[in-house]
């Protein structure tokens, strides 16, 4: 039976992530440093994880945001419209992420793109990997940038790339800030 609510379907595949990998919700939550109840509410799509949480679930399975919020295909079709692009939005910290071309077996190229509300900060603690390629472009807004303790004010059209190693953070002014993220 297919999933329609995109909660259960990500508990679902959150779930199904951790077993086939063996661990249990107590050693998912040492990895990752979310409560082992966080997790099981997660899991049985009582609450929508933030994306912070993603993040940390993402370093502790050692994999990029976009293959926790959905599985990746093994072949692709060329042309993906945007009626058919996951929305995925965390309503507390004013974040959307829409997946502009999922990750698929045999590309190695994936576009995401973003906004965050005004007056918001989405920190993570690290990459899913380090040395996660990130190329991300500014389409609108104000949007400060710091990965690995640098920081970089970013304006509409400028192009900041970086590998990250560490610790990240996206922090917005008065408006939304609206980009395109391309990962490797």
Known sequence: MKQTNPHEALAGHLRRLRQERGRSLQELAEASGVSRATLSRIEKAEVSPTAETLGRLAAAFGLPLSQLLAPMERSFPPLFR??????????????????????????????????????RRIAYERPAFAGHEHHLVLLSGALRLTADGLSYDLEPGDCLRYRLQGSSSFETGAQPARYLLAMT
């Open 82 to 119: 945007r009626a058919d692009q996951p929305l995925w939005t965390d309503a507390r910290s004013g974040f959307a992420r829409r997946s502009l071309s999922p990750p698929a077996a045999s590309l190695r190229i994936e576009m995401i793109e973003g906004e965050i509300a005004p007056h």
